[in-house]
């Protein structure tokens, strides 16, 4: 079994940074890839970033920089570093570990960005 705990979401002026984290709590360790999604009201699901157990990262289109993912080294515990903040950004966002074809979902994390 797998538990995601997120933190770092809130409000945040446009323009602004904020840096979500995600830690995975499992009774037997295994490095996995992890990433975040996010969910606007009204809109599908979108993937923000993931990053594999080797470090390779990856990221949405919209993303176009503004986005960094890092791991905590040997650790299931992964970082979104988001600056440049729009409005357009306003989520809920949510992470994600897969293993052995299944994955697991947090709870999500809600992030807004308003004036």
């Known amino acids: 079994q797998v538990h995601l705990m997120e933190s770092g979401g809130g409000l945040v002026q446009p323009g602004g940074s904020l840096n979500l984290s995600c830690e995975a709590i499992r009774s037997i360790f295994r490095l996995s890839t992890m990433g975040w999604y996010r969910q606007a009201p009204g809109k599908e699901r979108e993937m923000v970033a993931h990053?594999?157990?080797?470090?390779?990262?990856r990221f949405g289109g919209f993303v176009k920089g503004r986005f960094a993912i890092s791991r905590e080294s040997g650790k299931n515990t992964v970082h979104l570093q988001m600056n440049s903040l729009a409005n357009e950004d306003t989520a809920v966002y949510f992470c994600?570990?897969?293993?052995?074809?299944?994955?697991?979902w947090g709870p999500g994390t809600q992030v807004t960005v308003s004036s």
């Open positions: 994600y570990l897969d293993e052995s074809a299944r994955r697991y």
């Open positions: 990053i594999t157990i080797k470090n390779v990262a």
